[in-house]
């Protein structure tokens, strides 16, 4: 499919015809896609009722549809079964399910690893666990290409290393992390791995097996689905190990006025209702990102990007904060502009329909390794053309221009 083909597919460019829209800020929420938009929108106004106990036919048709989600979900980042994923409002939600509950399993002393890479979302929960249990938060190195430092693991990996927690793809760099290094230190010595994979999962179907991490998390916004839905994936039997985080309905077998017994996974993990359409839509987002041609869609990726790379280092006083080569990355390239802060960047370069964004991105570790307060971001999706990049750098040259 054509860039313009895939365009096609997201009703905001039709919206935005006649008007400069250079949409740039995929890394913080991608645009909807039309299967996902409709599938939301027939729930809402067509089959909207509660899920999983009701006996009429419309909620039998809203369960139904809730599970072919689960389903298309699982396909996507190959799950072996789609009862291995938890549906949560997002993947902040997901991490913090996964932290609260492996927390019971630490003690004093015992150690989380995560790195300097972090988004807040990967940071705070495990500081909260530590918090509670004693444990001990430490963090992998960033180099100064942004990306870990596995050649620390040996010494970071130690007999009191229960948990390594760390990004699948940077949200500033754009780095994708070496697995493999990771999957082999926590086998060493027992430890479980969890990835985020919020940047990840828009840039083509996953293999959660072959990866190797015990646990997987997820949002639908950044993979061209609703806001409000995102999953996390537990390897089966973790997952039957593991207690629920949130209480109340829809998750328990049998309530007494002293005593619980709780649902089978997923259910004992989903309280009350859940977010049922974003739901629906990230299940037909993923359906949807399944059938695209990925092989041809990656290429374009790698060439966006490193037309992204050339054109800002041709710029006087850019910094790029990140790998300056395509290999082992997304399309995720931050900046940082000598003598001009990246807000004012952005608001300017909205003057010419580029939209980026700019801030410490939920990453202030990562800034602070740098030395930096902030930078701009430009995130790349598959309805993302040359035009766009051209776009970007010949504004930000006239932003740089003006602004000195």
Known sequence: MSTAGLRAQFPIFAAQQGTPFHYLDNAATG????????????????????????????????????????????????????????FTSGCTLAINTAAHALALRLRPGDEILISELEHHSNIVPWQMAAARTGARVRAIPVTPEGRLACDRLDDLVTG????????????????VTDVGALRDAADAVGALLLLDGAQRAAHGPLDVQTLGCDLYAFSAHKMFGPTGAGALWVRKDLLLDLPPFLGGGEMIRRVEIERSTYAPPPHRFEAGTPPIGPVIGMGAAAAWLATLDWAALGRQEIELTA???????????????????????????????????????????????????????????????????????????????????????EGLDTVIRRLR
């Open 307 to 393: 037309r992204t790379l050339e054109g800002l280092q041709s710029l006087d006083g850019v910094r790029i904060v990140g790998p300056v080569g395509t290999q082992a990355r997304i399309g995720v390239v931050s900046f940082a502009v000598e003598g001009i802060h990246p807000h004012d960047v952005c608001q300017m370069l909205d003057e010419f329909g580029l939209a980026l964004r700019g801030g410490h991105h939920c990453a202030q570790p990562l800034m602070d390794a740098f030395d930096l307060p902030a930078t701009v971001r430009a995130s790349l999706a598959p309805y993302n053309d040359a035009a766009d990049v051209d776009a970007l750098i």
């Open 160 to 175: 009191r290393t229960r948990i390594i927690a760390v990004t699948h793809a940077s949200n500033v760099t754009g780095a």
């Open 31 to 86: 645009q909807i896609c039309r299967a996902a938009a409709e599938a939301l929108w027939h729930f809402e106004t067509r089959a909207r009722a509660n899920v999983k106990r009701g006996v009429y036919r419309l909620a039998d048709e809203a369960t139904t549809a809730f599970q072919k989600a689960r389903q298309e979900v699982a396909a996507y980042i190959g799950a072996s079964d789609p009862d291995e994923v938890i």
